[in-house]
Each structure stands twice: as structure tokens, then as C-alpha cells.
């Protein structure tokens, strides 16, 4: 015990057999210099990586895409959320920027893969105010098919779905697609957000590809003509159903049908159909 002590005691702190290390000046000792984080330089951009910034403001207001605020804050929503980093969003917009003249950068994003659909229509709709709906799930007015035509239809991936006095409801896939050809027929634009499939769809079943207009159904032929009604059959028909003289329940028989008017002058002008007066002879003559 004793001598391991003397091993490692301060005085001696080197095992036997080895010659004790020199203790270190402090004068001539130089510890060296250690920057500190404050004073580390910053990281040279590179100029092969534009900003986020320019790559937005190469793609706003081109084609049908939106204004740089707009885009601004989509992008914002994305890396906010952790939906995408900034440094890949960056990337595939940098490359994606010279499609974007023609096309919606939302659509080119999808098929990128980078993001999924349903980001691009949840920023759109809070950004822009447009509700989301399932077509599958909507009740197509087929009296707004024929103001958009075939071509119209598949070149701006549009689907009217209402059509109310002069408001025209639209459906979307991209908000800031040119109606231009719409507002032009002074009709007011209401638009609404589905996913793209859901549109492609429905498109394939209102404007089928072998067509060049809406499929609208055939109208319903109306009821054949029932001949005139005069007073003279109306008191045969009467009196074969076994009624007390015909004038004691034509009163009635007119007071039931107050609803057209004039009870006389409702069957002469043939609004009153031929059945019901058989209804209320029976009613009659019951009573």
C-alpha cells in the first residue's frame, strides 16, 4: 500500500523506473487560441442556390399561377408546419420554375412528389377563402353544364356544378384560373376546391372525350293533351255517378278548386285536369 502511494503521489507521480516529467513553465507555455462562436465568419452563399425569394418571384404572375404574396405565404404554411424543409422546397421550385409559365405550380409540386394534394388545397383554401368539397358528394346542377364548353372544360380543368339566377359555381382545382370567358357573359363567378382526380372524374362522365358538349339529359315530354272541359259533359259526368241535380253540388265541386281561381272559368281554360273533377264529383256525391 505504501508503495503504491509513492507511485502516484503528487511529488512523484511517474511509476518506478521512469525519470519524473519536468513540471511546465506557465511563462513559456501558449495555450492555443480557440475562436469563439461570435466571431466565426458566416457561410459563403452559394451562387448555384438562388433564394427562396427570387425563385417565387420568377414563378408569380405566370400563367395561371398566383401573385408573390400569395405564394409567399403558401410556402410559409408548408415549412411552418413541417409539411417540407425550406431546403427542398427551394430545390424543386428552382427546378420547377421554367414549367411554371404554362402550368400551376401547385399541380407540377404533386406530381414532383414533394407534396401531397392535399396541402396545396388546405393552403388555398385558408389563404384564399375557398371552401373544399367532395364532388362525389355534390349535387350537380345540370342546367349549368352547357355555359362551359367541351374543350373550355378539359383545357382549365373546370366543372360547373350550379347555376342560381346570374351566380355560377365553379369547380376548381386551381383558384387562379382565367374565367375571363365567363365574366364576359355577365355572369357572377362563385368557386369552390376539389382534389383533381375527383374533377377528372366527373368530367369523363358530363363532357365524355367522343363529345363535344355536355351530356344533358333528354327533357320529359309533357302529358298528352286532355280535350276541353265544358259545362255540358262536366254535368253528364255528373249525373252518371248518381248526384242529385247536377247545380245543387256544382258549388261545391267549384269551391274546392278556389285554389286555381274561378272554378268555372279554371275548367274551361283547361287548367283543372279531367281526374280531379272525377276526384271531387265522388266527393260530391258522397256528400
Known amino acids: ?74 410556402c410559409e404554411s408548408w415549412i411552418q408546419n413541417k409539411v417540407v424543409s425550406e431546403k427542398n422546397l427551394r430545390m424543386t421550385l428552382a427546378s420547377l420554375a421554367p414549367k411554371a409559365k404554362e402550368r400551376f405550380i401547385g399541380h407540377l409540386l404533386v406530381e414532383s412528389g414533394l407534396i401531397i394534394e392535399e396541402e396545396i388545397l388546405y393552403a388555398l383554401a385558408k389563404i384564399c377563402r375557398i371552401p373544399i368539397y367532395n364532388l362525389s358528394q355534390y349535387e350537380i346542377n345540370l342546367k349549368a353544364l352547357p355555359l362551359v364548353t367541351h374543350d373550355q372544360a378539359y383545357e382549365k380543368e373546370i366543372l360547373p356544378v350550379d347555376f342560381l339566377g346570374k351566380i355560377l359555381t365553379i369547380a376548381v382545382t386551381n383558384p387562379f384560373t382565367d374565367l375571363s370567358f365567363l365574366t364576359e357573359k355577365k355572369l357572377n363567378i362563385r368557386k369552390i376546391l376539389c382534389p383533381r382526380h375527383e374533377l377528372r372524374a366527373n368530367l369523363d362522365v358530363y363532357y365524355p372525350p367522343e363529345m363535344e358538349t355536355a351530356v ?53 281554360a283547361r287548367k283543372v285536369h279531367p281526374d280531379e273533377i272525377e276526384f271531387y264529383v265522388k266527393g260530391a256525391v258522397q256528400k
Not at 461570435?38 to 395561371?64: C, F, H, S, V
Open 216 to 268: 344533358i339529359p333528354a327533357p320529359v315530354p309533357p302529358p298528352p293533351a286532355h280535350p276541353p272541359v265544358t259545362p255540358a259533359p262536366f254535368r253528364e259526368a255528373m249525373q252518371e255517378k248518381g248526384a242529385a241535380p247536377a247545380s245543387k253540388t256544382l258549388d261545391a265541386i267549384f269551391a274546392a278548386w278556389s285554389h286555381v281561381g274561378n272554378g268555372a272559368q279554371a275548367v274551361l
Open 1 to 74: 500500500m505504501t508503495i503504491i502511494g509513492r507511485w502516484f503521489s503528487p511529488e512523484n507521480s511517474e511509476p518506478p523506473g521512469k525519470p519524473a516529467s519536468t513540471p511546465a513553465d506557465p511563462a513559456t507555455t501558449q495555450t492555443p487560441e480557440v475562436p469563439s462562436p461570435a466571431a466565426a465568419e458566416p457561410p459563403i452563399p452559394n451562387p448555384q442556390q438562388p433564394a427562396l425569394q427570387e425563385i417565387l418571384r420568377e414563378i408569380a404572375d405566370k400563367g395561371p399561377n398566383p401573385s408573390l404574396p400569395i405564394l409567399q405565404k403558401m
